[in-house]
T-cell receptor, first 118, second 111 residues
Framework: AQKITQTQPGMFVQEKEAVTLDCTYD???????LFWYKQPSSGEMIFLIY??????QNATEGRYSLNFQKARKSANLVISASQLGDSAMYFC???????????????FGQGTRLTINP | DGGITQSPKYLFRKEGQNVTLSCEQN?????MYWYRQDPGQGLRLIYY???????QKGDIAEGYSVSREKKESFPLTVTSAQKNPTAFYLC??????????FGNGTRLTVT
């Protein structure tokens, strides 16, 4: 079964500093996807970035980048130049294929609460 | 604007009552999902549907039921058999390999 582990329950960072949120995963699938979502206090889940297991380059989206190390099964999120609005819960997730139904679902980690201090 | 609408935002019920959470999408996505989130926890999959008139149980389906009579609608019923129904419920949809697109959630409190 697929599993996502986020070992940092909370992180505190000064504004404008870079921050790395850790994510490790476990799967026996050869093909999978890794996602990061942001959840502000209002509750909605905002998609940030995606990395495919066969992608050779690390994904980047503006201030977000994904440090993908396949051999270590890690997919850390890096936020450069953090802002006060980055304070939120961050979830790492992995796509899991359900072969019988040809379906795909996301398995989520426990999340990391990031607080940006002014 | 296309999106997913969950209503209501807050819902209160007495123990022993069934309650139905609404989820409507106008993204024309085939697949729809229901997740449950408990305080300080990640999301756990309750039910999902890949196509109209078909749905499958997720990891924590006991005490829940769903229907998918229309492509745009995927309501979730929390039955009295669900032992700990108080939680934040998120509906999502996707098409192909696109990321999950979420609604704003419904916070259910059962007393």
């Amino acid at each position: 079964a697929q599993k996502i582990t986020q070992t940092q329950p909370g992180m505190f960072v000064q504004e404008k500093e870079a921050v790395t949120l850790d994510c490790t995963y476990d799967t026996s699938d050869q093909s999978y996807g890794l996602f990061w979502y942001k959840q502000p206090s209002s509750g909605e889940m905002i998609f940030l970035i995606y990395q495919g297991s066969y992608d050779e380059q690390n994904a980047t989206e503006g201030r977000y980048s994904l440090n993908f190390q396949k051999a270590r099964k890690s997919a850390n999120l890096v936020i450069s130049a953090s802002q006060l609005g980055d304070s939120a819960m961050y979830f790492c997730a992995m796509s899991a294929y359900i072969l019988i139904q040809g379906a795909q679902k996301l398995v989520f980690g426990q999340g990391t609460r990031l607080t940006i201090n002014p | 604007d296309g999106g997913i609408t969950q209503s209501p935002k807050y819902l209160f019920r007495k123990e022993g009552q069934n309650v139905t959470l609404s989820c409507e999408q106008n993204l024309n996505h085939d697949a729809m999902y229901w997740y449950r989130q408990d305080p300080g926890q990640g999301l756990r999959l309750i039910y999902y549907s890949q196509i109209v008139n078909d749905f499958q149980k997720g990891d924590i389906a006991e005490g829940y039921s769903v229907s998918r009579e229309k492509k745009e609608s995927f309501p979730l019923t929390v039955t009295s058999a669900q032992k700990n129904p108080t939680a934040f419920y998120l509906c999502a949809s996707k098409q192909g390999n696109s990321p999950l697109h979420f609604g704003n959630g419904t916070r259910l409190t059962v007393t």
